[in-house]
C-alpha cells in the first residue's frame, strides 16, 4: 500500500482539528508526562463544559451562516437573573436552572426578531445586544459582585455516579444536539439553509422559523454554559463571560464548523472547547508564562480561521472535480 501524500492531505485538512488535538496531547505529554494522568484529563472535560455548551449552540448559527457575538453578556445576564431568583425569592436550584434558561431564550428571541423579521445584518445585531445584556446586567448589580446561596455552588461542585455536575450537562447538551442535527428533519433544514438559502426556501423549508430557533438555541446554551460555570465558582463579578464569545466562535471553528455556513458538528464544538482548555492548561503544567495564554489564543484562532478557509477551497476543488467526472 502506497502512501499518497494527496489523500494524507485531504484527510488532514477535513480533520484538522483532531489532528491538532493528538499533537498538543503529544506534546504536552512528553514535555509533562503528569499532564496525562486521568485526574488531569478530567479537569480538563470539567473546565471545558461552559465553553462547550457555548459552542455547541453557536455551531447551530454558524451552520446557517450566521453569527452571534452576544454569548459572552448572555453568560453574564441568565445566570445573574437566575441568582436573583434564587437568592430573593428562595426558589431552589432546578427553578434557578430553569429561570437561567428562560432569560437564555428570551434574550436569543431578541436577536431573532431583529436578524430574522427587521432583516438587520447578526453582527450588527448581536454586537448591539453584546452591550445592552452586560449593560443591564451591569445596571442590575451597580458594578459589585453578586454572590450566590451556598447550596448552588454545592450543586456546581456535586457529582452523579462519580462524574461530576458540569460534565453531565456537558454530555447531555453534546447528545440531544447531535441528535437534533444528525437525525432530525430540523437538522437537515439547518444545514440546507446554510449551503444555499434560495435553494432551501424553494424546497418549502421555513428558512425565517429555522433561523429563528437557531438564535434562540445559541442564546439557551450560552445562558446554561454561564449557569455551568458560575455555580462552580459561587459568585458573579461584572467582567464574567467579557471576551468568551471569541473563545466560543474559536471551539466551534475549530471543532470544523465553517464561518460560510453548512459544514459543523455538536461534537466538533466539544472537541475545539476541549483542544482550547487543553492548551490552556498544557501551559501551566509546562510552566509557560501565564501572560502568553492571551497570544496562544489568538494564534489558535488565526489557525482556526486559516484551517475553515484551506478546508472550504479543498471541498470546492473537490466538488468540481466530481462534477468534471460525472460529466465525462
Keep these: ?62 451552520l446557517t451562516g450566521g453569527i452571534d457575538l452576544s454569548v459572552g453578556s448572555v453568560m453574564f445576564l441568565a445566570p445573574l437573573i437566575a441568582g436573583y431568583a434564587m437568592r430573593e425569592l428562595g426558589v431552589p436550584v432546578p427553578v434557578g436552572f430553569a429561570v437561567a434558561l428562560g432569560a437564555g431564550l428570551a434574550m436569543g428571541l431578541i436577536n431573532a426578531v431583529f436578524i430574522v423579521w427587521l432583516r438587520v445584518i447578526p453582527f450588527i445585531v448581536t454586537l448591539a445586544t453584546l452591550f445592552l445584556f452586560r449593560g443591564f446586567g451591569t445596571w442590575l448589580t451597580s458594578s459589585t459582585a453578586f454572590d ?12 452523579f455516579a462519580g462524574i461530576p455536575i458540569p460534565i453531565l450537562i456537558f454530555a447531555t447538551v453534546a447528545l440531544l444536539a447531535h441528535v437534533a442535527l444528525a437525525h432530525t428533519t430540523f437538522g437537515r433544514q439547518v444545514y440546507a439553509l446554510g449551503n444555499d438559502r434560495e435553494a432551501a426556501r424553494k424546497a418549502g423549508v ?47 471553528v475549530l471543532g470544523g464548523a465553517s464561518l460560510f455556513g453548512g459544514v459543523g458538528s455538536a461534537f466538533g464544538a466539544v472537541v475545539g472547547a476541549t ?44 466538488q468540481k472535480r466530481t462534477i468534471r467526472s460525472l460529466s465525462g
Excluded at 483532531?18 to 499533537?23: D, E, L
Excluded at 489568538?298 to 473537490?318: N, T, Y
Aim: charged share 15%.
Design 1 to 62: 500500500m502506497t502512501f499518497q501524500p494527496e489523500r494524507a492531505m485531504d484527510f488532514a485538512v477535513r480533520h484538522t482539528t483532531y489532528v491538532i488535538f493528538a499533537a498538543v496531547l503529544i506534546w504536552y505529554g512528553v514535555q509533562a508526562p503528569s499532564f496525562l494522568m486521568p485526574e488531569s484529563l478530567a479537569n480538563i472535560a470539567k473546565q471545558s463544559s461552559f465553553i462547550g455548551i457555548a459552542a455547541i449552540g453557536m455551531t447551530f448559527v454558524l
Design 148 to 159: 450566590f446561596k451556598e447550596d448552588f455552588r454545592a450543586f456546581g461542585l456535586s457529582s
Design 206 to 252: 421555513n428558512v425565517r422559523l429555522v433561523e429563528m430557533k437557531v438564535y434562540v438555541i445559541c442564546s439557551a446554551c450560552a445562558a446554561l454554559a454561564g449557569f455551568v460555570l458560575i455555580a462552580q465558582i459561587g459568585r458573579l463579578d461584572a467582567g464574567f463571560g467579557e471576551g468568551r464569545e471569541f473563545d466560543v466562535i474559536a471551539a466551534a
Design 275 to 318: 483542544l482550547i482548555q487543553t492548551v490552556k492548561l498544557g501551559l501551566v503544567f509546562t510552566g509557560v508564562n501565564l501572560y502568553l495564554q492571551p497570544m496562544m489564543q489568538g494564534a489558535i484562532i488565526i489557525v482556526a480561521v486559516l484551517a475553515d478557509g484551506v478546508r472550504e477551497k479543498r471541498m470546492q476543488a473537490l
